[in-house]
Structure formats: structure tokens, C-alpha cells
């Protein structure tokens, strides 16, 4: 029973490869980078689903430079949005199951409690945007779905903010890090985990859910996390998010409520900083 991963060798994708090493299971993981499938082209996905007919289609790819959208919309929306629905398509053909992870871009930030499934979406930015176009084309075309948005994705492995911090201190001993977008990281290999438990479930529960670690943080929080946890002396000013001008908005609240996962999944989610200390003493 064949499994392919979209992105299999991204940040998360390459979490799931670590996961599955301590997992028994009769699937047979086929981890996908861009070389192997270029998945805006309908002709090459449908190859890749003819040749593997896989039972699970799990999508870690996706267009995530939020600044970069704004001035290259075509190709955010052609990654986010109508790739999405070509995996989509070819998933409904083969009687495939999606699971698509998402981001908390899809909501405004102007909210100040925890965003549950049901809110309103409201993206303002060309990222957020065509990521929620991704998750309306999977839940027009197929329903043998998950969407999981997600939040503050970071790891050991790829490009992210604790590695581009625990860098940048190879060279400073001082950043200004913004206080005033408030959210939660989310350890990758957490994530994985929880796809995993998904692909394991029985009985299906299909559908849309928010997942990060427990907590709240903001990005001057996270940051002092990331020095304390690695013993490194760096001196931390917070600002506003005025003191950064960036080409694409961003949310200034999106901490995700986690009810429907926990209760779906029957599971405790790790404390941010306890996951976040995993991933130090991994690095």
C-alpha cells in the first residue's frame, strides 16, 4: 500500500522520514522532491498516481514566501492553489486520501481568542490567499480529506526562524526581534507525528483541523526560547512590528484552538518550549 509524499524532502517532509523510522506500519513511503514531480503539471501528477496508485497523498509542498507572493502571484496561486486541485483531481480519481497541510494565514489576526475551525477566513496577504484557495478546491473536488493548518512551522531540518536565529548569532550579539505578532511554533516532527496518527485511524475522520504546539508566544518570546535553550549570550530588544516594513502584512493574532484535533486524535499536545528544547538538543 503506497503512500506518496508531496515535498517528501522540505522541512516536514523530511520529518516524516525520521518518524517513520520508529513506526511498524504496511505502508510503503514514496518521498517526492521537486525533481521527481513537478505537481503544477497535470501530465507528470497524473504519471506519478498511475505509476504508484497510492492509498494516501500527503502534500508538504507548498509556495511559502510570504514577502516574494506578493510580486510573483501567479506562481503562489499556481503551487497553492491549482496544484492543489490537480493532487486533488487525481486523488478523487484513485480513491485517494489527501492530506494537505495548511497555515494560520488563512485568518486575518484581528481576532483575540484562540481561532477554532469554524471562524470566518479573512487572508491579508496573497500567501494566505492562495492557501485558502488550496483548501476550497480540495473540499469542492474530493471527500476523502484532511486540511490541517498549522502554525510557526520549524525543525532541525531545512531553512526556518530557530535556524536563521541560532545563524544570525554566529555573527551578532544583538537583534531586534518584533513582540507584537502573537502566535505558537510548531516542532515539525510533532506535526509528523500527527499525520501519522491520522494515516493509523480506523475509522476516518475526515475534514479540517488546527494543530501547533500548546502555548502562546510571540516572536520576541520564541526567539529568547531559542537562545536560552542553546546557551547562547545574545541580547534580545523587542519591537513593533512598525520597525519592520515588510511587503506582505501579517497576522498579529493566530494562536490556534486545538479542540477538534485533540478530541478526534485522543491525544495531549507538547508545551511549546518542552518541543522546542527537543529540537535544540538535536541541532
Request: hydrophobic fraction near 40%.
Amino acid at each position: 500500500m503506497n503512500i506518496i509524499v508531496v515535498g517528501g524532502t522540505g522541512q516536514l517532509g523530511q520529518c516524516l522520514q525520521e518518524a517513520i523510522k520508529t513506526k511498524k506500519t504496511d505502508y510503503n513511503f514514496i518521498f517526492l522532491s521537486s525533481k521527481d514531480l513537478n505537481y503544477t503539471d497535470q501530465e507528470q501528477t497524473a504519471a506519478i498516481f498511475r505509476k504508484y496508485i497510492p492509498v494516501f497523498c500527503l502534500n508538504c509542498a507548498a509556495y511559502t514566501a510570504v514577502d516574494l507572493a506578493e510580486d510573483e502571484k501567479e506562481q503562489a496561486f499556481a503551487v497553492n492553489q491549482y496544484a492543489v486541485r490537480n493532487l486533488a483531481e487525481q486523488c478523487n480519481l484513485y480513491n485517494t486520501t489527501l492530506i494537505h497541510i495548511s497555515t494560520d494565514f488563512v485568518f486575518n489576526g484581528d481576532c483575540s481568542v484562540p481561532l477554532t475551525e469554524e471562524l470566518p477566513v479573512n487572508p491579508v496577504n496573497v500567501y494566505g490567499l492562495s492557501k485558502l484557495k488550496g483548501e476550497q478546491e480540495i473540499q469542492g473536488i474530493l471527500e476523502k480529506h484532511y486540511i490541517i493548518r498549522t502554525s510557526w512551522l520549524y525543525s532541525e531540518n531545512a531553512a526556518n526562524f530557530v535556524k536563521t536565529m541560532l545563524n544570525l548569532a554566529k555573527n551578532r550579539d544583538h537583534l531586534s526581534v518584533i513582540y507584537d505578532q502573537v502566535g505558537t511554533p510548531t516542532y515539525a516532527m510533532d506535526l509528523a507525528n500527527i499525520i501519522l496518527k491520522f494515516i493509523a485511524l480506523e475509522q476516518p475522520l475526515y475534514g479540517l483541523y488546527h494543530y501547533s504546539n500548546e502555548g502562546v508566544a510571540s516572536w520576541y518570546d520564541f526567539a529568547k526560547a531559542v537562545f536560552e535553550f542553546a546557551e547562547v549570550d545574545m541580547k534580545i530588544t523587542p519591537v513593533s512590528s512598525a520597525a519592520f516594513v515588510t511587503r506582505a502584512k501579517r497576522p498579529h493574532f493566530s494562536v490556534l484552538d486545538k479542540s477538534k484535533i485533540k478530541a478526534a486524535l485522543n491525544i495531549e499536545i507538547p508545551y511549546w518550549r518542552d518541543s522546542l528544547n527537543r529540537c535544540i538538543q538535536r541541532i
